[in-house]
């Protein structure tokens, strides 16, 4: 059985090749108060869908590792009229509620937008 931790979704299809330059690469958000900022790679980042695959997702994650950030960055599936990828920010800790916000950066628009879910802990 998975434990999630607090997840907040984001509401950006990044189901697509995006293209990261100095233009939208910093990502910045709180968690807990603490204030993070990722740069993101310039380069050209693709997600699959159907393979459920995202080097730009791959790509957050390892610069986010470097910094000890106590989330971790995974790609979420939605369904509305059409499928599509988002962003995911889900806290390590399985236990406790947490508060990640303040979403901001050049990047936001790119790959998050605005919350579309903030979900609790849950087994």
């Not at 233009?23 to 159907?50: A, C, K, L």
């Not at 610069?63 to 059409?82: C, R, T, W």
Request: a negative charge; charged letters at 20%.
């Amino acid at each position: 059985m998975y434990t999630y931790g607090q997840q907040v979704w984001g509401s950006v299809d990044i189901n697509r090749r995006v293209t990261i330059t100095a233009s939208n690469n910093t990502f910045t958000f709180n968690v807990d108060d603490s204030s993070y900022t990722i740069t993101i790679p310039d380069g050209t980042y693709m997600t699959t869908r159907q393979r459920h695959e995202s080097e730009l997702v791959q790509a957050i994650s390892k610069v986010a590792s470097a910094q000890n950030i106590p989330v971790k960055f995974i790609l979420g599936g939605m369904h509305y009229d059409e499928k599509y990828n988002v962003l995911i920010l889900e806290h390590t800790d399985t236990s406790n509620e947490h508060v990640i916000d303040q979403f901001a950066g050049n990047a936001i628009d790119t790959l998050f937008g605005q919350v579309k879910f903030n979900l609790p802990p849950r087994d």
